[in-house]
């Protein structure tokens, strides 16, 4: 048996889209794979005014917004970028991982911020350091609906923080899931990978990666649940699936091969959208965010 879980979510506000009551179907756990990226949704929509994601098209030439090819430390350079996420403020936030670092950045502006972090590796254990406002190992992070924290995945701290969005650099944060070493009970992570906020159930659904396991967590609770499945990584591009396409793949951005040319994708971590359904992703090989205008 199917179990189906009913998820409130909004679509940005610029676009003639009312919202959407999506069923996410969970399939029964087999701890002998590994969860992949990709989870079946199918979605009701009201009968009117409702634009067709699956029509959208997007320019194949990409704009550099963040970052070049070459790594680096500087507010305006990324060192292999993983999770991105952009609020409906247009407001870009990445999981600057080579950094250690979360970096912030007004897409209207261009004005960068470092709000977490201090450029120095944490490891909770001791070595080479033990400060709540460091990271070691951040992957992914994402936003609650009223913008208000910030969830950040560390992999190799095993462990989930929250910071404040007006945090500054070395600001500490809280531990709010895992942190009880590596290991596979309901109350450790083990090298997460990703993170989804679910505020209408003020849980976390967390990519438990070494673990084999999707993690249903509330927020400071001692322990989290067992849940259990796109960016395409190693092809070097973006897939959209569609159900009135049979879910058939189609590629909206790279699928070139890798270069450093803003119509190549190298490594391909994280994916978001603007207001404006423009595209942003993390191309972590090249230290750079992409931004692909919607046609």
């Not at 990271?135 to 404040?164: A, P, T």
């Not at 942190?179 to 659904?205: A, H, P, V, W």
């Not at 590629?251 to 423009?278: C, E, K």
């Amino acid at each position: 048996m199917i179990d189906q879980t009913h998820i409130q979510v909004k679509t940005a506000s610029a676009l003639p889209i009312e919202s959407h009551v999506i069923k996410v179907k969970k399939y029964p756990l087999n701890r002998n794979r590994r969860p992949s990226n990709v989870i079946h949704v199918t979605a009701r929509a009201p009968s009117s005014n409702v634009v067709d994601s699956c029509s959208f098209r997007w320019n194949s030439l990409g704009i550099v917004v963040l970052g070049n090819e070459t790594a680096g430390s500087e507010s305006n350079q990324l060192k292999n970028p993983f999770g991105i996420y952009i609020d409906n403020d247009d407001i870009l936030y990445v999981a600057d991982f080579g950094n250690n670092r979360i970096q912030r950045m007004i897409l209207s502006t261009g004005a960068i911020t470092t709000i977490a972090g201090n450029g120095t590796a944490g490891n909770r254990t001791g070595t080479p350091g033990n400060a709540t406002n460091q990271f070691y190992g951040i992957k992914n992070l994402w936003l609650d609906s009223s913008y208000q924290y910030l969830y950040v995945v560390e992999s190799l701290n095993n462990h989930v923080m929250r910071f404040s969005t007006n945090s500054i650099n070395g600001t500490a944060g809280t531990i709010v899931a895992g942190g009880n070493n590596s290991g596979n009970n309901t109350d450790e992570l083990n090298n997460l990978q990703g993170i989804y906020y679910d505020t209408s159930s003020n849980s976390m659904y967390i990519a438990n990666y070494g673990g084999h396991t999707i993690i249903k967590w509330i927020p400071c609770a001692s322990n989290g649940s067992f849940v259990v499945g796109t960016s395409d990584s190693k092809n070097f591009r973006i897939q959209r699936f569609c159900a009135k396409n049979g879910y058939q793949g189609t590629t909206i951005a790279g699928g070139n091969g890798a270069d450093n040319s803003s119509i190549y994708l190298a490594q391909p971590r994280s994916l978001h959208f603007d207001s404006q359904m423009n595209l942003y992703v993390s191309n972590t090989t090249n230290h750079r965010i992409i931004k692909f205008v919607k046609l």
